[in-house]
Nanobody
């Protein structure tokens, strides 16, 4: 069992920055990988960034590439999502998510595309970008 606690969300102006944090109750990121999903009302849930169990970083959404950076600190263990040049379209609840099972790096993306509610989810942190 893993507990995930997210923090760092808030209200920012367009062009601003936020750093989200996800602290895990035990070291798990190097085994199962970890990803950040976002959910906005009326929109499809998106996997915006992730780190595989092997440490590879993935940004499936083109709109965040070059603006968002995911990093992992297994020693704490904590994963971060640095979000720069934020846009109103980034407004959403952001969730840290870890698959319940061990996921090898080569299978991580496909596994995350099939993420389910019984996987490990943080409580979510609200990011609002508005002028």
């Amino acid at each position: 069992q893993v507990q995930l606690v997210e923090s760092g969300g808030g209200l920012v102006l367009p062009g601003g920055s936020l750093r989200l944090s996800c602290a895990a109750s035990r070291s798990i990121f190097g085994i199962n990988g970890v990803g950040w999903f976002r959910q906005a009302p009326g929109k499809q849930r998106e996997l915006v960034a992730g780190v595989t169990s092997g440490g590879g970083r993935i940004y499936p959404v083109d709109s965040v590439k070059g603006r968002f950076t995911i990093s992992r600190d297994n020693a704490k263990p904590t994963v971060y999502l640095q979000m720069n040049n934020l846009k109103p379209e980034d407004t959403a609840v952001y969730y840290c998510v870890v698959p319940k099972n061990r996921v090898i790096s080569s299978a991580w993306y496909d596994r995350m595309m099939n993420i389910r509610e019984d996987d490990y989810w943080g409580q979510g942190t609200q990011v609002t970008v508005s002028s």
